[in-house]
């Protein structure tokens, strides 16, 4: 598939939804880190094309409150990379979304496949995690992926559908639900799906959405992740229905990170 060079704008502006580009910082940044997202902000409001998409950094948790103190909301929002199903209680080591928000967060990533994989997550617990942060009137970043396995048995569409079914609230809307489509095979390999299928697969996401979500479906979110870099990112976010990013390793260093936004940025 050949992607234009103005071809991400056109998905954009056609979509009519409005982009987000996520960081996942994962287990990284300590206080030193702090420069690279005000570095970040400071290049999005100097920039003269600005980027027409939002712009989002789920920092550690240590992180949060005092970036969301720092950094206006409204030029980089923060959010959250996990969040207990109960709002408080006895639950050593464990965080809410009420915390969260609390500090700063106006979105919660549920259902990585680090989460997943490492905590034994299932789609009930996802789902439980996603109701929790739309009780708190916070924005749930649904992950969903297939693995290398169940890809190599043609199982992706199923496995994706399946999770998607199971892991997404009922009262999911196109503010307080976005869902990342991250190929657990593509994260932090550097390998990423063909443009096809990232196609396919966001396609039978938006007619799932759709189908469940009548009013809403056509405009959620849903974004691209696993191995997202300044190189690909143009074209990845070309493609039909992908309507932005989840970005790990390249959203932690400043220069990437922007690259990548900077693929909403309008040409001249
Ligand atoms: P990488 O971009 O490092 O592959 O990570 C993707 C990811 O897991 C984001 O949530």
Redesign the pocket.
């Known amino acids: 598939m050949t992607i234009q060079a103005d071809a991400t704008q056109d998905n954009a502006s056609k979509s009519g939804i409005t982009p987000l580009v996520a960081g ?1 910082w994962k287990m990284n940044g300590q206080r030193s880190s702090i420069t690279e997202v005000m570095a970040i902000r400071d290049a999005i409001l100097e920039a003269q094309n600005k980027p027409k998409t939002d712009v989002m950094i789920c920092p550690p948790a240590t992180l949060l409150m005092v970036l969301a103190e720092l950094i206006d909301n409204s030029v980089v929002a923060f959010g959250g990379q996990d969040c207990h199903i109960l709002e408080k209680g006895a639950h050593t080591g464990d965080i809410s979304a009420a915390m969260l928000k609390d500090a700063g967060a106006s979105a919660i ?1 549920v259902g ?3 989460r997943r994989e490492n905590h034994s997550e299932t789609d009930d617990i996802v789902l439980q995690k996603a109701q929790a942060v739309h009780n708190q009137g916070l924005m749930a970043i649904v ?1 969903i992926g297939e693995t290398k396995g169940q890809r190599q048995a043609g199982l992706t569409i199923e496995v994706v559908s399946r999770q998607l079914a199971a892991s997404v609230p009922e009262g999911a809307t196109a503010k307080n639900t976005v869902i ?1 489509y ?1 190929p657990v095979w ?4 550097g390998l990423v799906p063909t443009l096809e299928d990232v196609a396919n697969v966001h396609k039978a996401i938006r007619k799932a959405l759709c189908e469940r979500f009548p009013a809403q479906g056509a405009n959620m979110r849903i974004l691209y ?4 870099n300044p190189t690909n990112a143009q074209d990845l976010m070309s493609v039909e229905n992908v309507n932005g990013a ?5 959203s932690l260093k400043a220069t990437d990170f922007l690259q990548i936004i900077d693929v909403y940025a309008p040409s001249d």
Do not use: D, P, Q
């Open positions: 996942n990533i990585h496949s680090e992950c990342a991250e593509a994260i932090g390999t992740g696993g191995s997202v989840l970005v790990g390793g390249a």
